[in-house]
């Protein structure tokens, strides 16, 4: 076995630790080692470096190359077995804590007609983003819902859920993404199944997205305390006409063009507590300039076509493509069509990097110099 050296992470600077290895300092290490210590200049500038690095790889996740199997598990898994049936998202580098990027899960889940998962609750915030299919449900605290191609819909933390296909419906996929590994980390997941397995449907169908999703409208005297938001689907239709119209009367941001948040209407703030969620349109031959955030992003291609550069990286996106990028990486986005909108969804977790006080963006300069932004 080859003794450890810590030789690796000396930095020549005052101010950082830069310790040589001797027979002597390394023999102390081991003692210390043995009594559940160690000597912090070992390890001081690899746990605080200058800035946020990622152990996450930027990543895409082509459709074509997923679709066949998300659908192959149609055939070996049953809703109950598996309780969720679903192909998740792995990224190279954080496969340990079962992460897509940084602290956000994702996965592709798949039901046929007439199924039903059991309904359950967790610690974990969720959402989901519809990718195929018809006649997708699903039941958020007796709030049904009814589900389209490109509607997005929350199950925040606490609340019990199931999701299911009704009869006379298509094979549907949709995306769920959550903070699962937020959670682990946090050491404060709980996992609950619903004692009736099945909830009642306690409201009229869709009353949620009636009742809060007017536009501009708040319904008089109606009262919501939750932390989270009472709008709990979000229609693709009224998300594509507010970004298309937005577009007409804005340049939109260098950064990400027009880009839109999903709010919670009751407060203007992000959707839930731990999760944001934004759509972003790209005009006809767009192409954005780069910057990098505190915060980890999954994205997923909703409309047309186009590129992003990750950290220096390129990928080519279409439809239902999903790619992630890391927190603190430069990234640009480019429509490739010069005649059609490319939109992308994405979620988040600046709320987390906001309410800590933790948010930061940049911009990478001209003469790649870099530039702080204020928000
Ligand atoms: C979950 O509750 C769902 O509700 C999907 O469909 C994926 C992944 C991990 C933990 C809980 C769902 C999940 C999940």
Redesign the pocket.
Known sequence: MTEPSYDQYREEMIGRANVADTPERLAYYKRLSALGTGALWTVANKIEPWEPVSTSTPMIWRYRDLREDVLKALELVTPEQAG?R?V?LENKGRADVVAAVGWL?S?L?VMAPGEC?SS?R?S?S?LRFIMEGSGAFTNVDGHKMMLGANDFVL?PNGTW?E?GVAEDGTICIWQ?G?D?PLMNALEANFYEVHPDLQQAISYAVDDSTATWAGAGLRPAGVKWAKPYSPLLKYEWAPTYEALSRYAKVTDGSPYDGILMDYVNPNTGGPVMQTIGASMQLLRPGERTKAHRQTGSFVYQCAKGKGWSIINGQHFDWQERDIFVVPAWMYHEHANASDSSDACLFSFHDLPVMRALGLYREEALGENGGHQPIMS
């Open positions: 969720r679903v998740y899960y996965g889940q998962a359950h967790h974990a969720a199950t859920h999701h769920d959550l699962i």
